[in-house]
């Protein structure tokens, strides 16, 4: 089974930075893509940014400029770098990952969340 892990979060002052990590873990052989969404009280779950295996990424218009996906090497961890963080920007944070291929096929995954507060 694919576990993802969610590491970073907690409370920040606006204008402040946070950085995100989330690990996948199992019988995994490739991931297509992985991203951040997050939800706030109330709200929808949103789209923050994507990273593909191939490097492409995918921001909402939210977070353009502030935020930056990234991906390591083996393509199992993805990082959210989260800089001039605005009150607004206060949510859970979930990773996914899109189209895993493992030992028992393929499928998508979700972690825990992590929760990130901004406020002074």
């Known amino acids: 089974q694919v576990q993802l892990v969610e590491s970073g979060g907690g409370l920040v002052q606006p204008g402040g930075s946070l950085r995100l990590s989330c690990a996948a873990s199992g019988s995994i052989f490739t991931i297509n893509v992985m991203g951040w969404y997050r939800q706030a009280p109330g709200k929808e779950r949103e789209l923050v940014a994507t990273i593909s295996s191939g490097g492409s990424t995918n921001y909402g218009d939210s977070v353009k400029g502030r935020f930056t996906i990234s991906r390591d090497n083996a393509k199992t961890t993805v990082y959210l770098q989260m800089n001039s963080l605005k009150p607004e920007d206060t949510a859970v944070y979930y990773c996914?990952?899109?189209?895993?291929?493992?030992?028992?096929?393929?499928?998508?995954?979700w972690g825990q969340g992590t929760p990130v507060t901004v406020s002074s």
């Open positions: 996914n990952a899109l189209r895993v291929l493992t030992t028992v096929g393929i499928g998508d995954y």
